[in-house]
């Protein structure tokens, strides 16, 4: 089966500073990377997508890359803000039915003011 | 604009007893998913199910848990005689069907945090 890691567990970064978040997984067949954010207490939230047929997506703040040959993907949030601050999992699956999400183990990111 | 609704938001249970942990999809899906979440760890899937099909269950306990989504009403996870390893938070997640649209996207609800004393 699918097995993703996630680094690094933790990361405190200034206010107004990058964050990056990466991701590994096992499987060449997962072709479907979405990133989660989960604040205390609530349930993910998916913020960014990529599919295995772009290299790079980019939301406002937010980008997520992706190399199919070293088969890691990250997330990269610019300018960040206090609010940003919460646990973010990176999860990964494959078509045709996308089924089963196999998620990392999540990296809890405070941005200090 | 309802999101993927989960009920109870807590509950409490002692050793022994039933859990029934219940989801209601968004509006227009028709596929639903359980994940368990350990504290400190990310999420596991447990199931995938359709209404009135079980599609996949490769993640559930092989004992004392069930999981349905009948024709009408919510999805609906069982747990028979909880153990305090059952305590952990569950996840609801649902997406369109293939006809209804994008089937890889999951929407998730605000979870279930169930407590085995």
């Known amino acids: 089966g699918e097995n993703v890691e996630q680094h690094p567990s933790t990361l405190s970064v200034q206010e107004g500073d990058s964050a990056v978040i990466k991701c590994t997984y096992s499987?060449?067949?997962?072709?479907?990377f979405p990133w989660y954010k989960q604040e205390l207490g609530k349930g993910p939230q998916l913020i960014i997508d990529i599919r295995s047929n772009v290299g790079e997506k980019k939301d406002q703040r937010i980008a997520v890359t992706l190399n199919k040959t070293a088969k890691h993907f990250s997330l990269h949030i610019t300018e960040t803000q206090p609010e940003d601050s919460a646990v973010y999992f990176c999860a990964a699956s494959k078509g045709p039915n996308f089924n089963k999400f196999y998620f990392g183990s999540g990296t809890k990111l405070n941005v200090k003011p | 604009n309802a999101g993927v609704m989960q009920n109870p938001r807590h509950l409490v249970r002692r050793r022994g007893q039933e859990a029934r942990l219940r989801c209601s999809p968004m509006k227009g899906h028709s596929h639903v998913y359980w994940y368990r979440q350990l504290p400190e760890e990310g999420l596991k899937f447990m199931v995938y199910l359709q209404k009135e099909n079980i599609i996949d269950e490769s993640g559930m306990p092989k004992e004392r848990f069930s999981a349905e989504f009948p024709k009408e009403g919510p999805s609906i996870l069982r747990i028979q005689q909880v153990v305090r390893g059952d305590s952990a938070a569950y996840f609801c997640?649902?997406?369109?069907?293939?006809?209804?649209?994008?089937?890889?996207?999951?929407?998730f609800g605000p979870g279930t945090r169930l407590t085995v004393l």
């Open positions: 997640a649902s997406s369109p069907g293939l006809t209804s649209g994008r089937t890889d996207t999951q929407y």
């Open positions: 499987d060449s067949a997962s072709n479907y």
